[in-house]
């Protein structure tokens, strides 16, 4: 945990911003869903200044095989479809973080998700489910 906060505290926030139309965004949750991620939520933080990405995306999956299935398929959509590479990842068991700077991929074991809450960390931002 203490690798990831000085990850994401020692970057600047990009100039331009993404919303939740962006290519990018799009990408992630289609990669997530097509490996069977649940309980999708995205994290609006553009109006929170001292938040560090435009977006946390979250996610959870079953076993640390599917959290590796779900990161894995998520850079390797992202490279294909937007020629990006993530800024940063922190690969774990419980939870790893795909970090591409406007956007911040968690994706979570249920307990982690559980314990770490960072829906109400971030509580001032505006939260929306993408479970269809």
């Not at 990408?27 to 097509?34: D, G, H, S, V």
């Not at 994706?107 to 770490?116: G, I, L, P, S, T």
Request: charged share 35%; with cysteine; net charge negative.
């Amino acid at each position: 945990m203490d690798k990831i906060i000085t990850a994401l505290q020692g970057r600047k926030k990009p100039a331009s911003r993404l919303t939740r139309n962006s290519k990018l965004f799009k990408t992630i949750l289609k990669a997530i869903k097509e490996k069977k991620g649940e309980e999708i939520v995205s994290l609006d933080l553009r109006k929170i200044d001292e938040a560090v990405a435009d977006f946390f995306i979250l996610c959870e999956a079953k076993s640390h095989i599917q959290i590796k299935a779900i990161a894995d398929f998520i850079e390797e959509t992202v490279k294909k479809e937007c020629d990006e590479r993530p800024f940063h990842v922190e690969n774990g068991d419980h939870w790893t973080l795909i970090d591409y700077v406007n956007v911040v991929v968690h994706v979570f074991q249920h307990e982690q998700r559980k314990f770490y809450d960072l829906e109400s960390l971030w509580m001032d931002s505006e939260r929306m489910e993408h479970n269809d």
